[in-house]
């Protein structure tokens, strides 16, 4: 079958967005091998998942100004090469402080590829055909945390971790190989713009205190000072890019383009409501349900699957129809969904739960594409690598956000409840609670963006 140019693009920036969800998923079967072969404990388990996302976090905006200067294809290729050289390393690692430095180099490899994904799609189709791609391109990420633990846990059981990442390897390289024989644009936006190393510094240090003093407020004493010292560098920092004249970060976009800043808003609320869904109803099936390991996540795929198929009907769906009511409808189908599942675990219902989990599939795939969509087309094609780059930062940053609320709902105790079964399903209910919360307040930036 012949492919147009386009869809051969379109096809490469999928092959490659596999890699980052896929990776995640994967490893997460592993973790507790890993742990004994370096006789880590769960700190440092948790740092493997939580250095890949600092670092992604912190050099996804950089990287998207970078490929703006140098061409998004450039740091694309670049990202696919050094997900893969990382993944071939993995094999001469001898301890969990080199593996933490491996996640890291793949952390920065993420942010080159999110930098440039939505930007290059979005410069590869026209503007009438471009949420159908980016719902393709999104479905892939689904895929791949659906995928993943299945894979994963089945190269683990039999021919150990470091497998993950040789399979890893060889889509790694059919990335690059795609990249190099159908990618022949640099798309280079700003030919001779500058790189603002001293803002992406003061970037980076700002976005470590916020994350980490969000993320450990409960646990740290320290955590509170370094999030307000976070919160003073971002107002020094925005008030610094108001006044370059290459931002790294172009502050104005957001003060001028109201469907750019309330997309955005939308976004960061909605990864806010939705990211550790997966990890309260891990814990539930199977601390309280009783379900092992295999069982539940098998139950969790329900999701992923739903998302994957229907993100590209509702790509195209916002092509035709514009975004504003799909993503907005899509926030209220997953409050909703987090309702039914507050229900359903008070009951132990399975069937309630898996029915509450394909809600908020459709909802989630209601709302991820056409919002993409949206935040694409509110731009003019030179911050397109802005965009893209955005987009990430507003993912990571809302997963994060997820994470640490959930850290703080299920630290405290409960006045009148001794039983810790009890505790917990009233602490993951409590949650879903504030997620649904979180969503429906979300309705009120994706209504207004336009």
């Given amino acids: 079958m012949h492919l147009s140019k386009e869809n051969t693009v379109l096809l490469t920036v999928m092959v490659a967005s596999f890699l980052t969800p896929f990776t995640g998923s994967a490893l997460n079967m592993s973790l507790p091998d890993i742990g004994k072969e370096f006789s880590a404990g769960t700190s440092a388990m948790s740092w493997i998942v939580e250095i890949f996302l600092i670092t992604c976090t912190i050099f996804v905006l950089p990287m998207g100004r970078l490929s703006n200067i140098v061409g998004k294809r450039r740091i ?14 993995i094999h001469l690692v001898q301890s969990v402080e080199m593996l933490l430095l491996v996640r890291a180099l793949q952390g920065i490899a993420s942010a080159m590829l999110f930098a440039t994904n939505m930007a290059i799609i979005a410069l590869a189709y026209p503007k009438e055909k471009r949420g159908k791609a980016m719902g393709l391109a999104v479905s892939v990420i689904y895929i791949g945390l659906a995928v993943g633990p299945v894979v994963g846990g089945f190269l683990n059981y039999y021919f150990g971790w470091r497998s993950i990442f040789y399979f890893i390897t060889i889509n790694g390289a ?44 409960v646990t740290d004493p320290m955590a509170k000072y370094m999030l307000m010292a976070g919160l003073v560098l971002a107002v020094i920092f925005v008030r ?22 309330f997309s955005n808003l939308a976004a960061m609320m909605n990864y806010s409501a939705t990211f550790a869904i997966a990890f309260l109803l891990s814990l539930y099936l199977q601390m309280i349900m009783g379900y092992d390991s295999n069982h539940a996540g098998m139950i969790l795929l329900i999701q992923s699957i739903i998302m994957a198929v229907l993100s590209p009907v509702a790509g195209s769906l916002s092509d035709r129809y514009g975004s504003k009511v ?22 132990e219902a399975l069937t309630m739960i898996i029915a509450a989990l394909v809600i908020v599939g459709v909802g989630f795939a209601m709302f991820s594409a056409p919002n993409n969509n949206a935040i694409m087309s509110a731009v003019p094609k030179q911050y397109f690598g ?25 630290s405290r105790p409960v006045a009148g409840l001794v039983d810790s079964t009890a505790v917990l399903l009233y602490n993951i209910q409590h949650a879903f609670m504030v997620f649904a919360v979180i969503c429906f307040l979300g309705i009120i930036p994706s209504w207004i963006r336009e």
Avoid: C
Wanted: hydrophobic share 55%; net charge neutral; glycine share 8%.
């Fill in 174 to 217: 059919a990335a690059m190989a795609l990249t190099l024989k159908v990618m022949k644009e640099e798309w280079i936006s700003e030919p001779n713009g500058r790189m603002d190393y001293s803002s992406s510094v003061l970037y980076g240090i700002t976005l470590v205190l916020l994350m980490y003093g969000w993320s450990e407020i």
């Fill in 76 to 89: 694309f290729l670049g990202g696919t090469a050094l997900f893969t050289f990382s993944s071939v390393v």
């Fill in 326 to 347: 799909l993503a907005s409808a899509g926030m209220a189908v997953i409050g909703a969904g987090l309702l039914v599942m507050i229900y359903a675990t008070h009951v």
């Fill in 386 to 410: 802005l965009a893209s780059s955005v987009i990430g930062t507003v993912r990571l940053t809302g997963q994060v956000l997820s994470m640490a609320i959930v850290a703080s709902i299920l």
């Fill in 240 to 261: 610094y890019q108001a006044t370059k004249k290459d931002p790294l970060l172009p502050v104005r976009i957001f003060l001028e383009n109201r469907t750019f800043s």
